[in-house]
């Protein structure tokens, strides 16, 4: 069986105050953190016996995973399983790096976000640079708010030029037409990002080839959809694997609609859908002048 998996364990700290974001400088207690640290590691635990499966498996949590120790060993542990074709995390990239030298770079990937304002732009961007000298394959991106935009395109002038920047839009924002052109001269592919999907009834991988995994096992169709398909652990999910269309009225997430089997994503991102990059990166083009801060 091929699968991919999003996995969401209950670690919901962060060492990041983004204000659009409801975990900002949340901490976790000691028995918060050990109780997420068991989970991974019977998640981690669990893929390696999977030895008749082909997994895929995207790290998605509410907090910063990689400033975590067991976060990094599971990555590191994941990368060398000949039955894990893809491993991957979102993270701030607020962690060391040299951890990366352990690692299968073969198989592991990053989805890094910048976040203006909470780290120094010349910090991340030499972890980004640090990352390319080490030739791990890696997306990097900025959530599209105007404020963000002028440092954004510091960024992407800086990036090498295979280094895709992906811009997401902002939770519940409205884009006129020039302003999202903005936004597309950095990102080609933020008109798939710009405005939410009527997915209800559409076909969608999630529920037969896509799961959702949470810290105790439970299996759903995607982290939006709260029915239960079953268990991970006792393996009852996969009998309920099957086609189904999406039971959600909109979707506005890319990690879920890149699954909607009526958008050309997983063409787009072929090779690069749970890291966030394309199979072949965008031009970029010409940048238009900069709206004035509100």
């Known amino acids: 069986m091929d699968l991919t998996i999003l996995y969401r364990g209950p670690?919901?700290?962060?060492?990041?105050?983004?204000?659009?974001?409801?975990?900002?400088?949340?901490?976790?207690?000691?028995?918060q953190l050990r109780a997420d640290r068991a989970a991974l590691e019977r998640f981690t635990a669990w893929a390696a016996q999977q030895t008749g499966d082909r997994l895929s498996v995207l790290f998605t949590p509410w907090g910063e995973g990689l400033v975590r120790s067991w976060y990094r060993r599971a990555l590191t542990e994941l990368s060398h399983l000949p039955q894990v074709r893809r491993v991957a995390i979102q993270t701030n990239l607020s962690c060391r790096t040299?951890?990366?030298?352990?690692?299968?770079?073969?198989t592991l990937a990053l989805w890094c976000t910048f976040h203006p304002g909470q780290t120094p732009y010349d910090r991340f961007l030499a972890k980004c640079r640090d990352l390319h000298a080490r030739g791990?394959?890696?997306?990097?991106?900025?959530?599209?708010?105007?404020e963000h935009l002028e440092e954004a395109r510091r960024l992407r002038a800086a990036l090498p030029d295979e280094v895709y920047l992906w811009v997401n839009a902002a939770e519940g924002r409205t884009y006129a037409d020039e302003e999202a052109a903005r936004w597309t001269d950095l990102d080609p592919l933020f008109p798939y990002s710009r405005d939410p999907y009527r997915s209800a009834g559409l076909p969608c991988r999630t529920g037969a080839s896509v799961i959702s995994v949470d810290g105790e096992g439970t299996v759903r169709r995607c982290h939006f959809v709260p029915a239960s398909l079953g268990n991970l652990y006792d393996g009852s999910y996969r009998a309920a694997l099957k086609p189904r269309p999406c039971p959600l009225a909109v979707c506005d997430c890319h990690i879920g609609y890149v699954h909607l089997e009526t958008l050309p994503l997983y063409d787009t991102y072929a090779g690069g859908v749970l890291e966030r990059i394309p199979a072949v990166v965008p031009p970029q083009r010409p940048l238009l002048p900069l709206l004035p801060t509100r």
């Open 11 to 31: 670690l919901a700290s962060c060492d990041y105050d983004c204000p659009y974001c409801p975990f900002a400088k949340r901490r976790d207690s000691g028995e």
């Open 98 to 106: 040299d951890w990366l030298t352990d690692a299968n770079l073969d």
């Open 136 to 146: 791990v394959r890696h997306s990097v991106g900025v959530v599209g708010f105007p």
